[in-house]
């Protein structure tokens, strides 16, 4: 009897056995499964985290978190996230600092009530190799990484997970993202639209580019007039920034180690009169004081409203070096000692940041991919004037029609920024009162602002 009961057992073991691997080769994402997140509130939906390798023989891999949408995520698209930089993380900024499903709040997350997977499954990719968990066997891999290697890593990634993720190979398919961004998206979006002439894989339905980069003079020269009109500097360095040197000019210089000495005086006043407690990427957003003062052992939790935690970096550091989160996450740290926003690794070609992505975009529209841009006006990284004038031009150079003149549009009973469509192909938005990063400043608009564009409609025009 003993010896029947012990063949009983072997044989559910092995049809257990049996089994999950059956799952696994059905759902290879089996392995990637987040149950619970340390702290997270209980929530309904999927969770998943982990890696995929876009390179075999040098054991490069890109770390990825996707939280599925909140209801009936098989009828809702798929949106990638893609932070900027060059070299930051979508998993810290975007994920858990913007528009994910939770936020850190001391040693627990909190539920981000805007959170965009209300309307879409989030993909959010941390890339380049070297930012955040993504990783390399061979440090080589980190050095002089360029916009074509990531755009090509990427689309290697985004192949690769539907292996993982089979169901979702058809799905509509956006991209979103922000600032550096402004280069990763375009390039990648082109790539994937070659690879469809050959093989249909991508079901991409539109990219939206959040105070991107897409023509560095231009960008990076709107700086000293935003500065100038909202008070952050006088007049007589203004004249001096418009004449004497410029943005785009200076950083040129700096990358190439030889910045002028009038430049540099220049830079020298405008930091000293926009002050360092001051944050460029949203002028009238309080900053964190522990970050401001590099003390980042002593969290000074500053609430802005009811949802705006400005020290919130400070707190998804912590919270995503802690080792029982990186188990849950299935993360690693592979090269470097501790989880970083940016990285400190990578060994990016920054004058990339020089070539022109907007005739990208251009030929994106073109091939009939909608492209919206969108800013949050209170940036003075990449003001919105820039972004503006930028569109405008392509709408101009591409003989696209405005389908939707320049007016406010609305979220709730208040106005949540302005907009102008061309053609119904090609939009511009501002997000009033939101940072460089829109959906951390201002959610709720985001959030109304992104569900318009995945659903291809003009902005509320009255509440």
Known sequence: MLGLAWRSVALGLILLEVWFSVQVECFPALFDRISQ???QPKVGFQQYAGYVTV???KQRALFYYFAEAEVDPASKPLVLWLNGGP??????????????????SGEVLVKNEYSWNREANMLYL??????????????SSYEAVNDKITARDNLVFLQNWFLKFPQYKNRSLFI????????YIPQLAELMHQFNKKEKLFNLKGIALGNPVLEFATDFNSRAEFFWSHGLISDSTYKLFTTSCNYSRYVSEYYRGNVSPICSRVMGQVSTETSRFVDKYDVTLDVCISSVLSQSKILTTQQVGDTI??????????????????????????????????SSVLDYELLDLEIPTVTIVGRLVKAGIPVMVYSGDQDSVIPLTGSRKLVNRLA?????????????????QQVGGWTQAYGNILSFATIRGASHEAPFSQPERSLVLFKAFLEGRPLPEAF
């Open 126 to 139: 941390e890339a380049p190799i070297g930012v955040g968990f993504s990783y390399s066997a061979d440090d």
């Open 396 to 412: 101009e150079e591409l003989g696209l029609k405005t389908s939707v003149p320049y007016r406010v549009w609305f979220e709730g």
């Open 87 to 104: 070299g930051c993380s979508s998993l810290g900024v975007g994920a858990f600092s913007e528009n994910g499903p939770f936020r850190p």
């Open 55 to 57: 390179d075999k023989r």
């Open 176 to 183: 979103t993202g922000e600032s550096y961004a402004g280069h």
């Open 309 to 342: 935690d400005v020290c919130v970096e400070d707190e998804t550091v912590n919270y995503l070096n802690r080792q029982d989160v990186q188990k849950a996450l299935h993360a690693r740290l592979v090269g470097v000692h501790k989880w970083a926003v940016c």
């Open 37 to 39: 997140l340390p702290g």
